[in-house]
């Protein structure tokens, strides 16, 4: 099966490539393998060796990262379901019109 794996170097995520799960053994270097639990990686971008995942950008100045998820969640909860966008100056989920 052909997963998504990232290239570790130094904790910072500096390629991601698409392997079949038997050929990554056979690469030089650290490699992680994307799961649900490892959060997707970014290129740039630390991951954290202790928690098992990887971080993401920062989406928004108002948003904080969630210490035990590593996903940042904005200040007014999960967005809803549906057709929302993100208001940085209201700091509220709006609906597209």
Do not use: R
Request: hydrophobic fraction near 30%; proline fraction near 8%; aromatic fraction near 14%.
């Amino acid at each position: 099966m052909i997963n998504t794996y990232a290239k570790i170097e130094n904790g910072i995520v500096t390629n991601t490539i698409l392997c079949e799960d038997s050929q990554i053994s056979t690469l030089n270097g650290d490699y992680v393998k994307e799961t649900e639990s490892t959060n997707v990686p970014v290129f740039g971008f630390p991951y954290n060796l202790e928690k098992q995942k990887f971080e993401s950008p920062q989406p928004y100045p108002s948003w904080t990262l969630n210490a035990d998820t590593l996903i940042w969640e904005s200040p007014d909860g999960p967005k809803p379901d549906g057709f929302y966008i993100w208001n940085e100056e209201t700091l509220k989920w709006e609906t597209l019109s």
